[in-house]
């Protein structure tokens, strides 16, 4: 069997936990392509299909919902992995547009597989804690892969409570487009990297006469002022939530903390041999 692992990753966490299914896959035979799904319209018929795809605001990133969106009618089975910064359920319901729109296509939706990865915003994870979390879903990923490998169909359970924090966030797209346009750069801070430019998924950042422009196009992945090496990226309203600098997933997972609150739910998803629901 062959499958197609089509992504988005703002900072990098999704697209970690997607190599690590691809690796997990691989050993099981399969054929598989990871494909930046904006580097693609294009979709390999046939194949099981993955999409995956980091959790905002209890929703996906918008360029993945006018992904599925503009994808043709198909008959293939769909799994989704996603990953978001903390273990809570309020987050289980954000592929609810997605299946609508794909079942309304004719794919068949099989599962979906959430990891917990370190936040880009909100607050900053230690680097022990963002290292156990990747070892966490490479562990839970063999489960994942077995499944995805033999075509089997799991319940995606949603809350009430999770759809209706979803439909309350689904504001986050126009919020972010908006919020977007007040990200500035600090000129005293800048070294003319140009990284920013050349990163933006959605090419929202030109420089005019000089000047950085933030344009209407953001997206609110966080990229930009994640990867700045100089912290130079004010995100406007967001700007307190703002983190900067990659994680070090080599970090010792054993001396890692849990945070404060959500602890139970944290401990129940890094206690892989007795919950691997
Ligand atoms: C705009 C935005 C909104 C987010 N909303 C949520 C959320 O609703 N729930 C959550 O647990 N994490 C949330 N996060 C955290 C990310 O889902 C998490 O860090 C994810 O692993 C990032 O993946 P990436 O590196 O592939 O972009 C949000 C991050 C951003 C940038
Ligand atoms: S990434 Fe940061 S330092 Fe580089 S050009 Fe952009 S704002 Fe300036
Ligand atoms: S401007 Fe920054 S946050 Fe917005 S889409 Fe581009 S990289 Fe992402």
């Known amino acids: 069997m062959n499958t197609s692992i089509y992504y988005f990753s703002g900072t990098g966490n999704t697209l970690k936990v997607a190599e690590s299914l691809k690796n997990e896959l691989i050993l099981l035979g399969q ?15 046939n194949d099981t299909m993955v999409i995956a795809y980091p959790v905002y605001g209890f929703n996906p990133p918008k360029n993945v919902i006018d992904f599925v969106r503009a994808l043709p009618n198909g008959s293939q089975k769909v799994y989704f992995l996603k990953t978001s910064g903390e273990p809570l359920h309020l987050n289980d319901a954000s ?3 997605l299946i609508k729109m794909l079942e309304r296509k004719g794919y068949i939706i099989c599962g979906e597989y959430h990891y917990i990865m370190p936040y880009n915003m909100i607050f900053r994870h ?5 290292s156990k979390m990747l070892l966490t879903a490479k562990a839970r990923l063999k489960v994942a892969a077995q499944e995805i490998d033999e075509g089997r169909r799991r319940p995606i359970l949603m809350p009430l409570r999770a759809r209706f924090m979803r439909v309350v966030c689904k ?23 140009n990284k ?15 000047k950085f422009v933030f344009g209407s196009n953001c997206l609110g992945c966080a990229r930009c002022a994640f ?6 990226i004010n995100t406007g309203l967001l700007n307190f939530l703002k983190v900067n600098g990659s994680y070090n997933f080599d970090a010792d ?15 129940r998803y890094f206690d892989v041999e007795n919950h691997l629901d």
């Open 31 to 45: 054929q598989v392509s990871l494909i930046d799904i904006a580097s693609t319209k294009d979709i390999i018929q």
């Open 95 to 97: 592929s609810l547009a």
């Open 126 to 130: 230690s680097d022990s804690l963002a």
């Open 171 to 193: 504001i986050e797209h126009k919020g972010m487009a908006l919020n977007g346009m007040l990200y500035k750069v600090n000129k005293n801070k800048c070294i003319n990297c």
């Open 196 to 210: 920013c430019v050349r990163l933006c998924p959605n090419k929202n950042i030109t420089i005019k006469n000089g």
């Open 227 to 232: 990867q700045c090496p100089t912290d130079a």
């Open 253 to 267: 997972p054993s001396i890692a903390e849990l945070p404060k609150f959500c602890q139970k739910s944290y401990q």
